[in-house]
């Protein structure tokens, strides 16, 4: 409810609350047990393959299957691509391996989170920079394809980060966005959305793989939050990650949101 209070009413509060709280999980030593800060995805339910994985990425296959979800409709072959609000680097290290774009900037305002990924996440092409997703600091034309995966809610003024998603993509290049709003917020959501000026090449409700796959990732969650974060914090914590307050083994819920997934094209 206070949550929702703020969303709606004082974005710029949200955001700095927002601010701290992925300082503070960046402040954590949470090493490569957290590199994804989203819900996850799976299409199992509905007679889909899950995605094969490396060993050591079978931990983090929920959230890396949304990037996969999110990722696999465009061609990456010799894409410059930029990610906005790339949080612990899972994401983009996943398609960096798996698409093979040429080149991938991951910019988050979490100077910690930016440490973080400079020092785990090393592959050729890849770089992580500091910087705002309303205020992105690269040239007209810049990329072939931009993601962004669930963090535009936290951005107090969003058509400014549509206006520089507009602007930094090259003619042709594609914005892959995935996000959740509060239902009686979704039809404002889509007319932004299409306010931007971009064609609307796919657009689709995945609430409910989404919350699939919060179901079949729960108890990695609840441990995570039981193994690093202190007990009075708990709660909000059990909140930040899908969980149920007081009975985080209860099903998870998205508290009337609906999670949409977009792709857009600059003309
Ligand atoms: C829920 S996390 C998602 C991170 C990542 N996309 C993932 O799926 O793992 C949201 C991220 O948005 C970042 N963020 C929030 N507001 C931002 C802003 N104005 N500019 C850039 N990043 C921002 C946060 O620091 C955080 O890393």
Not at 135 to 143: A, I, T, V
Not at 169 to 179: C, E, I, Q, V
């Amino acid at each position: 409810m206070l949550n929702k209070l703020l969303f709606h009413r004082f974005p710029n509060v949200k955001s700095l609350l927002t601010r701290l709280q992925y300082e503070f999980i960046s402040a954590l030593n949470l090493k490569r047990d957290v590199l994804f800060m989203n819900f996850g995805y799976t299409a199992h339910h509905q007679g889909v393959d899950p995605i094969p994985l490396e060993p050591e990425d079978e931990i983090h296959r929920y959230p890396m299957q949304l990037y996969h979800h999110v990722a696999k409709h465009v061609s990456w072959t010799n894409a410059d691509a930029l990610e906005v609000s790339s949080g612990r680097g899972g994401g983009a290290s996943f398609i960096m391996r798996h698409f093979k774009p040429r080149t991938y900037v991951g910019v988050d305002f979490s100077a910690k989170a930016i440490e973080f990924c400079r020092s785990h996440h090393i592959l050729e092409g890849l770089r992580f920079e500091h910087g705002n997703a309303e205020d992105l600091k690269y040239p007209d034309n810049s990329f072939d394809v931009i993601v962004n995966v669930e963090a535009s809610l936290y951005y107090p003024n969003v058509k400014k980060f549509f206006q520089h998603v507009k602007r930094v993509l090259k003619p042709g290049g594609y914005f892959l966005y995935t996000d959740l709003r509060y239902e009686e917020k979704i039809p404002e959501w889509h007319t932004q959305i299409e306010e931007i000026g971009l064609k609307i090449i796919k657009e689709e409700d995945i609430t409910d793989n989404v919350l699939k796959a919060m179901e079949l990732d729960r108890e990695r969650r609840i441990h995570l939050v039981d193994t690093y974060i202190p007990v009075i914090l708990r709660k909000q914590f059990y909140h930040f990650a899908g969980l149920d307050l007081d009975s985080p083994t209860a099903v998870p819920h998205l508290e009337r949101r609906r999670y949409w997934y977009f792709v857009l094209q600059k003309a």
